[in-house]
């Protein structure tokens, strides 16, 4: 767990599910790295039971693990995110196409929004 904790980029991600659960696309946006690398530093902390992930179709929303281990508390609690960072976890998911249904369950988007893939061949 303290090696998943010693990444300053994880670190970040925990203190912006810390407000509420992202999606890998979002998350993404949010980084200089790519959406792979985002996903690896979320299956690492997923390994270290510091986050837990929710499927919904093709998209993977991650949120904090409950009860987070006090080491990782702590380290949450002395983090202070950039003011950027701090704004997108606070406002509804907007660069994400999926979008919440009502409550807290989350829904894929409307078959009308998915993208269509061809086949070449």
Do not use: N
Request: proline share 10%; with cysteine.
């Amino acid at each position: 767990m303290l090696r998943a904790l010693g990444d300053a980029t994880r670190l970040c991600m925990l203190a912006l599910l810390r407000r509420r659960p992202f999606c890998v696309c979002e998350l993404a946006a949010l980084f200089p790295i790519s959406q792979p690398a985002v996903s690896g530093h979320l299956r690492r902390l997923r390994a270290a039971g510091l986050v837990v992930d929710q499927r919904r179709g093709m998209w993977v929303y991650y949120r904090l693990a409950d009860p987070l281990p006090d080491v990782a508390a702590a380290a949450l609690r002395a983090l202070r995110l950039p003011a950027a960072m701090a704004a997108a976890a606070s406002t509804d998911p907007a660069s994400c196409p999926v979008q919440p249904a009502s409550g807290d369950a989350l829904a894929p988007p409307p078959r009308s929004a998915a993208v269509a893939v061809q086949r070449s061949g």
